[in-house]
Each structure stands twice: as structure tokens, then as C-alpha cells.
Nanobody, 122 residues
Framework: QVRLVESGGGLAQTGGSLRLSCTASGSIFSINAMAWYRQAPGKQRELVAVIFVDGTTNYVENVKGRFTISRDNPKNTVYLQMNSLKPDDTAVYYC????????????????WGQGTQVTVSS
């Protein structure tokens, strides 16, 4: 019903930049929040940043000042601009659409993308 497609991952050097994009498609009426999570090898998935429909944002402490989340509501697209990358940022990054309301069905649920690999070399 809803598909999230991420792009923009890849390899960067320490101090470099990458920009991730994620677009949600389907019979979507509204999305309350869109978020980026990441999961490094051997670690739990963690929230990196979230942006709500009103533009409010929250970041995990260790990316503040380096990462910026933004959103294009009409396009159901969320971006993550990642600057000053560090090797510790290496992970699979997942997009999540939270509290999605569909046009033709009732209920509210979350959806996940498949993930995109970000690797930062030292």
C-alpha cells in the first residue's frame, strides 16, 4: 500500500558529505512524521532525526550541528543532509514514515524503507 524508496547512500571520506532522500508513494492522505534511523553492525537501530508535519525537528545528540533533516510535504519526501561525516556514522540508514493515514482505508500505521548503506572511511 505504501512504499518508501531511499537513495543517496554510498561511500564518503571523513569530513565529507552525503545527502539521503526518501520518497513515500501510495494512496497516502497524510504522514505525521518522517524519520531517519540507522543501524551499525552489531548495534541496535537508533533514531537519527525526525521531522513532523509542522516542521518541528529532533536529532540524536551526536549528529546535532552536522546533520539536517528536511521535508517536502506535497511530495512525501524527506531528506537528510549529512556533513562532517565520521567513521562512526557508518551504518545502514532507514527511512520511516510515522502515523500514515491512507486515502481508502482506515487505521494509522508506520512504514519502513529498505535501507541505504552509508560508509565513511577514515
Amino acid at each position: 500500500q505504501v512504499r518508501l524508496v531511499e537513495s543517496g547512500g554510498g561511500l564518503a571520506q571523513t569530513g565529507g558529505s552525503l545527502r539521503l532522500s526518501c520518497t513515500a508513494s501510495g494512496s497516502i492522505f497524510s504522514i505525521n512524521a518522517m524519520a531517519w534511523y540507522r543501524q551499525a553492525p552489531g548495534k541496535q537501530r537508533e533514531l537519527v532525526a525526525v521531522i513532523f508535519v509542522d516542521g518541528t525537528t529532533n536529532y540524536v545528540e551526536n549528529v546535532k550541528g552536522r546533520f539536517t533533516i528536511s521535508r517536502d510535504n506535497p511530495k512525501n519526501t524527506v531528506y537528510l543532509q549529512m556533513n562532517s561525516l565520521k567513521p562512526d556514522d557508518t551504518a545502514v540508514y532507514y527511512c520511516k514514515a510515522q502515523r500514515v493515514v491512507l486515502i481508502s482505508t482506515s487505521g494509522i500505521r508506520d512504514y519502513w524503507g529498505q535501507g541505504t548503506q552509508v560508509t565513511v572511511s577514515s
